[in-house]
């Protein structure tokens, strides 16, 4: 005699995995109406579907920030997907939001201990993504995160509309300079704070570079190596953040504005979504289609 699956033990299901309505009564059938097995059938079904979407590039998504309320620590990760109609959806939306938050209040400096980390509801934050590539349909994939605490200092962020974040250190708490700094960070794609952060090979491979330029000129030996020290300095100024004119007032540079206000950077991180990824061209009517196909 077969068990008669109710409304209610569907609906319990449903709120339990957040799978859909025939995927929990097929479930709930199979495992004749013990809840737990058909949970734990589900899970691995779920599984086995996120390990053969792994190898699919993710290349879309969102980036999450997050900033304690005394201003002390700060959190920032990238979790992609592959299509920007996911990256919309509120699962993957809330999602990104519970590991940021999740993020700022651990202790965690792997990417083993993120996948391993609780969420509110207790389970794993690989678990939370694994489910939800079996309910989207999607690879999805914690690229990076970072997070900065400072005891002594203080911490800002910002984030341009999910796709672009930046978190900040400075040596002093100042909640205005940290997101003008943080906004300029985001705008002008600095690589590294000060000129003795970048590495003497970048140096002296642009002044290789230069100097060809500037013997082609035809001048003097003495006039080309002031013309490549000009150069690298123009360059040093373009790739740190201390050099760069402020986006806000071009008359000042970050560093000299920071100093204003008794004030240094002391790191920073800024994170796009898609960066160095290659990405598959979609158009969108495909892209609908691959969610309609489940693949």
């Given at each position: 005699?077969?068990?008669?699956i ?5 609906k319990?299901l ?13 479930a709930?059938v199979?495992a004749?109406g013990d809840m737990?097995?058909a949970i734990?059938?589900?899970r691995?079904?779920?599984?086995a579907?996120?390990d ?9 998504g ?7 309320d005394n201003g ?6 990238d ?6 109609f996911?990256a919309?959806?509120?699962d993957f939306?809330?999602?990104v939001?519970s590991?940021s938050v ?5 202790d965690?400096?792997?990417e083993?201990?993120?996948l391993?980390?609780p969420l509110e ?8 993504r694994?489910?939800?590539?079996s309910?989207?349909?999607e690879n ?9 605490h400072?005891p002594?200092?203080?911490t800002a962020?910002?984030?341009h509309?999910?796709?672009?974040g930046v978190i900040?250190?400075l040596?002093v708490?100042?909640?205005?300079l ?8 985001a705008a002008?794609?600095p690589v590294c ?6 590495s003497?090979?970048t140096?002296e491979?642009?002044k290789e ?6 013997a ?8 080309i190596?002031?013309m490549?020290?000009g ?5 040093l100024?373009e ?10 007032d071009?008359?000042?540079?970050v ?11 002391i790191?920073f991180s800024r994170f796009e ?11 969108f ?11």
């Open positions: 005699m077969s068990m008669t109710s409304a209610g033990m569907v319990e449903r709120e339990r995995t957040a799978s859909g309505m025939m995927e929990c009564k097929k709930l199979e004749e737990e097995l734990e059938n589900m691995k079904a779920g599984l579907k996120a053969k979407k792994s190898g699919r590039i993710a290349a879309e969102i980036i999450g920030v997050q900033v304690s002390k620590a700060v959190a920032i990760v979790i992609n997907c592959e299509t920007d996911v919309k959806a509120d939306v809330n999602f939001k590991v999740a993020l700022l209040n651990a965690i400096e792997t083993e201990q993120l391993a980390m509801d207790g389970i794993t934050v690989d678990e939370m694994r489910g939800l590539i309910k989207l349909g999805i994939t914690i690229r990076r995160f970072e997070k900065y400072t002594e200092g203080g962020c910002y984030l509309g999910n796709k672009i900040v250190e040596a708490a100042d909640v205005e940290g997101k003008d700094v943080a906004m300029h960070i002008s794609k704070v000060s000129e003795d952060q970048v003497p090979e140096i491979k642009e570079i230069f100097a060809a330029q500037a082609e000129s035809g001048k003097p030996a003495d006039i190596e002031k490549v020290l150069r690298v300095s123009k360059f100024a790739v740190t953040l201390l050099g760069q004119p402020f986006i806000k071009d008359k000042i540079t560093g000299k504005l920071a100093a204003s206000k008794g004030n240094r950077v790191r979504v898609g960066e160095g990824i290659e990405k598959k061209e979609e158009n009517a495909e892209e609908v289609m691959a969610q309609v196909r489940g693949n």
